[in-house]
């Protein structure tokens, strides 16, 4: 397990508190009370158990210490997140992948359900769970025109479950999640907005961020009580079935990923990401 450490200095001179641990850096500006989260995991910020568990534990210090919104963007060059990592998926021991998707549902669960607002700046790729950790906060901004964002998830011959899927619906509508999901599709920054994946565009991240703490400024004069009862009602039945599901959920998925066609489909595209030049495996997949 790698070395995990936090730490917790406040900058006099910028007045911002920052939270390290190894794979996340929050900034949190004392006068707005918002916070920035930067991933940072290179190559690609994939979601293995660990980071999971990072995500988990800075949600919940985030919340004790009630700041009023969150940004989440990408410390890297030009990925937001490449979604699950998929050693976690391929030949795995069964207790860890257990361990792992549970964790995923926390994850999701604590991001859902947030009780400050939270906005993700979308400065890189975004495929499958990195859409998915998009999809999970409040609002959406997408940067420049060189990047993919969508659920390539059919392309790796496996499926979304249902509150994956439902978190989708909830954003761009049963129809286009239908064909998006099924397609497999990647969508340029245009077309991320036209289907309402994403909720504005710009050219470059310091403008992604300007206006990403502009919506969280909506909030300054909303209760936060209001805030996160209206959030909850709105979600409510998609978090009640996971809640209601979860060792399912974890039973189906465990036994699904070991089977030997999922197995073989996922050697097949690692094989894909090595021998593939850069970035090519994105805009094939388009
Ligand atoms: C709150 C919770 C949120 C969400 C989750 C909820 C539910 C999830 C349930 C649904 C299931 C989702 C399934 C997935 O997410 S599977 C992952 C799908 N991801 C991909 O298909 C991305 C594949 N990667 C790429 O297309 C490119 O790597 C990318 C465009 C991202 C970057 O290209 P670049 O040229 O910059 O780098 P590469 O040379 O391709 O990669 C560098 C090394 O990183 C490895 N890599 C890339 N992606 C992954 C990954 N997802 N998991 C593990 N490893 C990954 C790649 O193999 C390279 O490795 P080396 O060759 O250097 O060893």
């Known amino acids: 397990m790698l070395r995990r450490y936090i730490s917790y200095t406040t900058n006099k001179f910028t007045n911002c508190r920052h939270v390290s641990q190894s794979m996340l850096q929050s900034t949190v500006d004392e006068k707005s009370g918002i916070a920035t989260v930067t991933m940072n995991k290179p190559p690609v910020n994939s979601l293995n158990l660990e980071f999971l568990e990072e995500i988990i534990t800075l949600l919940n210090k985030l919340q004790k210490d009630k700041v009023r919104g969150m940004i989440l963007t990408s410390g890297l060059q030009k990925v937001f997140c490449a979604g699950l990592d998929i050693k976690e998926l391929y030949k795995p021991n069964p207790d860890r992948l257990t361990k792992f998707w549970t964790t ?41 025109q060189n990047y993919r964002i969508g659920f390539n998830e059919a392309k790796l011959g496996i499926f979304a479950p249902k509150w994956f899927q439902n978190t989708i619906i909830a ?54 009580w209001a805030y996160k009862m209206t959030k909850d009602i709105n979600r409510q039945s998609t978090i ?31 094989q894909s990401l090595k021998s593939l030049p850069p970035l090519k495996l994105i805009s094939e997949i388009n």
């Open 171 to 224: 954003v761009i509508g049963q129809r286009k999640a239908e064909v998006s999901l099924t397609t497999g599709k990647m969508y340029t920054t245009d077309e991320a907005l036209q289907i309402g994946l994403v909720d504005e565009t710009c050219a470059d991240a310091d403008s992604a961020l300007k206006k990403g703490t502009h919506f969280l400024n909506n909030f300054q004069n909303i209760s936060p």
């Open 240 to 270: 009640q079935w996971l809640i209601d599901n979860k060792q399912k959920d974890v039973d189906f998925t465990v036994e699904y990923m070991q089977s030997p066609g999922v197995q073989k489909n996922l050697e097949l595209y690692l």
């Open 104 to 144: 995923l549902q926390d994850t999701w669960l604590s991001l859902y359900t947030t009780s400050f607002p939270t906005v993700s700046v979308i400065n890189g790729h975004s495929p499958a769970g990195g859409c998915m950790l998009a999809m999970s906060c409040d609002y959406r901004v997408m940067v420049g």
